[in-house]
């Protein structure tokens, strides 16, 4: 079992989620939170109105900010350190490898993941729900919802407790195609199996 979790979260400026405009990092080792990192990024696009209400992110907060080719210098290391997590997390992978084809940035064609949601889904089944704020209620976490930094924070507190109560993350892994910007399908036999929808 890997012992170095990368918990992440990001947050876009429309609809079309094909950048970011924020990103959290939150670096599970050793049964805490190690390390955090957070910063926000100039997706070169235009913001829809809900997302700017909904993020509270604007044009004119990321003015000056890093794009994401000079976000990537900073994270990439952060993010070959150890197993990709998140909420959702086919969302964020999704965002993550849209940008990284967007700006022609070059990095593994295969990623591996574990998402949390999938994972409380399994482990916490009397919730009413799997959202971040459910859980996070349920489990007396803080959290400023759709904030990319409290987010990914929550997500490694959540795994952390997963990973308390019993669960085995062999069974959660999945692999992200970054090129084709999907989730494949487990193998036949062998590895990790989905779990029956």
Same mark, same amino acid.
């Given at each position: 079992m890997r012992e170095r979790y990368? =918990?992440?979260?990001?947050? *876009?400026?429309?609809?079309a989620n094909h950048r970011m405009s924020a990103i959290g990092i939150a670096v599970v080792e050793g049964g805490t939170i190690a390390e955090e990192y957070y910063t926000l990024v100039d997706p070169e696009t235009h913001f829809d109105p809900?997302?700017? /209400? #909904? *993020? $509270?992110?604007?044009?004119? #907060?990321?003015?000056?900010?890093?794009?994401?080719?000079?976000?990537?210098?900073? &994270?990439?290391?952060? #993010?070959?350190?150890? #197993?990709?997590? =998140?909420?959702?997390?086919?969302?964020? %992978?999704?965002?993550?490898?849209?940008?990284?084809?967007?700006?022609g940035i070059p990095w593994h064609t295969t990623v591996a993941y574990a998402c949390t949601c999938q994972m409380s889904r399994r482990l916490m089944p009397g919730l009413p729900n799997h959202r971040l704020n459910t859980l996070c209620g349920h489990l007396g976490l803080q959290l400023d919802h759709h904030h990319a930094g409290s987010d990914s +924070? /929550?997500? $490694?507190? &959540?795994?952390?407790?997963? @990973?308390?109560?019993?669960?085995? %993350? /062999?069974?959660?892994?999945?692999?992200?195609?970054?090129?084709? $910007? +999907? *989730? @494949?399908?487990?193998?036949?036999? $062998?590895?990790? +199996?989905? +779990?029956?929808?």
């Open positions: 990368i =918990a992440f979260d990001v947050e *876009t400026p429309n609809s809900f997302h700017v /209400a #909904l *993020t $509270g992110i604007s044009p004119e #907060l990321v003015a000056g900010k890093p794009n994401f080719p000079a976000v990537w210098e900073e &994270i990439r290391p952060i #993010l070959d350190s150890g #197993l990709l997590v =998140a909420h959702n997390a086919p969302f964020d %992978m999704s965002v993550l490898s849209k940008c990284l084809r967007h700006y +924070r /929550a997500c $490694g507190e &959540i795994l952390l407790r997963c @990973l308390e109560s019993g669960g085995q %993350m /062999a069974h959660f892994v999945r692999l992200y195609d970054m090129e084709q $910007g +999907r *989730t @494949l399908p487990p193998p036949r036999s $062998g590895g990790p +199996r989905r +779990r029956p929808r």
